[in-house]
């Protein structure tokens, strides 16, 4: 069957990137039959202009991205959807490594690495590389790089392609879970037993956030949308996310418990000394492999930090999760 990719790219206010996320796709090698739709959730700025200056399918759809990225589907020719977010430049072979999987008819989706570009800011390369390691990730597959072909049960559509019969199928993207709309759809396509496939080929460069705010406000809204997606799809929630809530919940309860339970005292003397212990050993492994030994000083407060406003964000979604739970 011959296979017709249709790369959808929603985009709001993104003038900065979209031209070299669109030259990065317009420049691939030996491209199989494609399309690009941009889908505009209505940017005040130079965005849609850009976006004219390209050979694609142009679309308006209010945001926010779920309803952005379903009505592109809805206006897709493609057989295959492909999904890019607006501030990632595509390899050179993007599009044929994702479409080699899709010989195998129970291969729903497939999805990549995002990789932190080294032109980013100093502070997007430390956030980038936080989230890139053990030490941030913790086998989360938002971040996480793999070395080779495996299954998995996730593909942020950063970077990723699905069936377009199977993505109709389960219904798309799951609107109201905002931002995490994505671990709704791919937890209704698992449920109907497709496979989920992550390709180290298939690499995108993805400009991280620039400012600790704009990190915290990411991390907090991931924390909270997973929250509300696992009261209704269990199986969908990695273990991490409940360490970082009990990591919340004890750095806020410790020090009242220690000063009121004395017997407790041991245990949360020791128990912080573990933590801090890993924090500083995996900061010192994750400096020495990316060659870079100031983030020795920069990661142990980074990863403090993420671990508590991600745990923080997890339990604001078990009190009140968003709209769609």
């Known amino acids: 069957m011959d ?9 709001l206010n993104n ?27 209505g940017s005040v700025d130079n965005t849609v202009k850009i976006a004219r200056e390209y050979p694609i399918k142009l679309l308006y759809a209010d945001k926010p991205q779920a309803n ?9 020719t493609g057989n295959v959807i492909a999904f890019a977010d607006s501030d990632v430049r595509v390899d050179r072979n993007w599009l044929s490594t994702l479409l080699r999987h899709f010989d195998d008819p129970t291969i729903a989706g497939v999805g990549g690495p995002n990789i932190t570009p080294d032109d980013d800011p100093f502070w997007a390369k430390c956030f980038g590389t936080l989230m890139e390691s053990s030490l941030g990730s913790a086998g989360v597959r938002n971040t996480v790089i793999y ?5 998995v049960n996730h593909n942020p559509p950063v970077n990723s392609a699905v069936r377009k019969n199977v993505f109709l199928e389960v ?23 497709y496979k989920l496939i992550y390709d180290p080929d298939m690499i995108v460069l993805h400009h991280r956030r620039k400012t600790l705010s704009g990190f915290a406000k990411q991390l907090f809204l991931y924390g909270r949308g997973r ?15 409940f360490c970082t809530a009990a990591f919340t919940l004890g750095t806020i309860l410790s020090l009242p418990l220690y000063i ?21 050993i995996a900061s010192i492994y994750t400096a020495i492999k990316k060659r870079r030994f100031v983030l020795f000083l920069i990661l142990p407060f980074l990863a403090i930090y993420e671990h508590f406003t991600l745990g923080l964000g997890f339990i604001m979604g078990i009190v009140k999760p ?3 739970a």
């Open 227 to 241: 929250a509300s997606v696992f009261l209704k799809h269990p199986k969908s929630l990695p273990f991490t996310y």
């Open 68 to 76: 952005q990225r379903n009505t592109a589907v809805e206006h897709a």
């Open 171 to 193: 219904g798309g993207f799951g609107e109201g879970y905002e931002p995490v709309e994505d671990v709704v759809l791919d937890a209704k396509i698992k449920r109907k037993n």
């Open 147 to 151: 070395k080779n072909i495996r299954e």
């Open 322 to 324: 968003f709209k769609g």
């Open 15 to 41: 003038e900065g990137t979209l031209a070299e996320c669109l030259e990065s796709i317009f420049s691939n090698d030996n491209p199989p039959k494609f399309e690009v739709i941009v889908v505009d959730g």
């Open 260 to 280: 009121l339970i004395h017997p407790l005292q041991p245990i949360i003397i020791y128990g912080w000394i573990a933590y801090l212990l890993f924090i500083v």
């Open 3 to 11: 296979r017709f990719v249709s790369v959808v790219i929603p985009t």
